[in-house]
Each structure stands twice: as structure tokens, then as C-alpha cells.
């Protein structure tokens, strides 16, 4: 399974065992063109974002859940039974952000991945063992 992204010569090549992927950060920047790429190439895609995805923004076999990658519970639930995880949430950076915004930036961006590699890990663990 190929993904092709318009306008670049980079392909993304998934194993066949990929077929059911969580993006998270599915609302942000990145997140609907790699669903929409994901989607294009046959993957069953469950979209895990903060905010609510604006009418029409993915196809509408997407599954949408709502969450922050900061709760491990969300985090793990959004996790079952899924292939592969995209992990694209973040807070975007802007320069010279306010000291109050800084402990927001840590808590999404590193504590959100920490979260997001832990219950992956979790998963990959779960598969090893069936």
C-alpha cells in the first residue's frame, strides 16, 4: 500500500498489515491532508483531535473522537484495535511564547507524545502476545 502525497516524489509505503489508523491531531495543520491520503489509499481511519473537525473536513468513513493526547485513558481507548498510529498533535510553536504558554507547550508536546508512545507501546505489546 503506497500513499502519495500531491505535489512531492516521497511516497509512504505501509506493510499490508496496515489497515485501521489512528491520526492524532487529525484537525491541526497536517492531520487532514494525511487523513485524506490515508483514506485515498484504502486505510480505515480513526481521527483523534482536541476539536471538533469542521463539516465536510473528512471523508465520512472516518471515525472522529474527541480527546486530548494528554489523557492516557483517551489515549488508549482511541488506541484499540487499531494498526498504526500517526501522531501529529501538537501545539504550534510561536516565537517567544509567554512563560504561561510554555508549560501548555511541554504538557501537549512532550507529555502528549510521551502519552501517545506509551499506550503505542502498550498496543505493540498486546500484538506481540496474541
Known sequence: ?????PNQNDRINLSDRIKFVLVTGATGAVGP???HALHQAGCLIRAFSVDTPAAGMFPQSVEVLIGDVTDQVAVQSAMQDVDGVIHLAALLHIVNPPSAMREKYESVNVGGTATVVEAAILLMDFWNNV
Open 1 to 5: 500500500m503506497n500513499i502519495s502525497f
Open 33 to 35: 491532508r494525511v487523513v
